[in-house]
């Protein structure tokens, strides 16, 4: 069974302190990695997706690294405004169209 | 990237009333479209995939009777939630397959 878990379950960081989310997966076949931000009531942005072990992507304070086992989201010197859950997902590779495996998030909350 | 809405954003119905929920591509033909659910506090669960002109397949445990999906077109995908109950209170959330996997702004679901 396809399973992803994210840690730590929250997070509570001062302005500027940089810090490391993870998410670590166990799936027959990946696809693809996908993170994304939510914010309270609303859908999932979507941040990045990984395809391949060494694989690297960047926006703005966000990156996000893969490896065989696992990925994870760095976040260089956080604002306020980057407070949401973040959520890693996978899909797997099959013969269709998949949807995605999600882990439980990240709640991360930047204090000013 | 793509462009998704749902309608209405939340509605509240009394128990064993039918609800329908409209989730259009606005930018893009989706031959395929995810919907899931998300219960407070929790992460997203995929329920069914839907391709426009067939029927659709359910996840295990997800009554195909209960949640009726129709993809009449490759722009709209709608789902029908049948005699609602308090237990299908949730945030109902559409995606569109394709490469980074958008999500639409999500329906909040509240069943007195």
């Known amino acids: 069974e396809d399973q992803v878990t994210q840690s730590p379950e929250a997070l509570r960081l001062q302005e500027g302190e940089s810090s490391s989310l993870n998410c670590s997966y166990t799936?027959?076949?990946?696809?693809?990695l996908f993170w994304y931000r939510q914010d309270p009531g609303k859908g999932p942005e979507f941040l990045f997706t990984l395809y391949s072990a060494g694989e690297e992507k960047e926006k703005e304070r966000l990156k996000a690294t893969l490896t065989k086992k696992e990925s994870f989201l760095h976040i260089t010197a956080p604002k306020p405004e980057d407070s949401a859950t973040y959520l890693c997902?996978?899909?797997?590779?099959?013969?269709?169209?998949?949807?995605?495996?999600f882990g439980k998030g990240t709640h991360l909350i930047i204090q000013p | 990237g793509a462009v998704v809405s749902q309608h209405p954003s939340w509605v509240i119905c009394k128990s064993g009333t039918s609800v329908k929920i409209e989730c259009r591509s606005l930018?893009?033909?989706?031959?395929?479209m995810f919907w899931y659910r998300q219960f407070p506090k929790q992460s997203l669960m995929l329920m069914a995939t839907?391709?426009?002109?067939?029927?659709?397949?359910?996840e295990q445990g997800v009554e195909k009777d209960k949640f009726l999906i129709n993809h009449a077109s490759l722009t709209l995908s709608t789902l029908t939630v049948t005699s609602a109950h308090p237990e299908d209170s949730s945030f109902y959330i559409c995606s569109p397959l394709g490469n980074e996997q958008f999500f639409g702004p999500g329906t909040r679901l509240t069943v007195l």
């Open positions: 930018d893009f033909q989706a031959t395929t």
């Open positions: 799936v027959s076949g990946l696809r693809g």
């Open positions: 839907s391709n426009e002109g067939s029927k659709a397949t359910y």
């Open positions: 997902a996978v899909q797997v590779s099959g013969g269709g169209a998949d949807g995605l495996t």
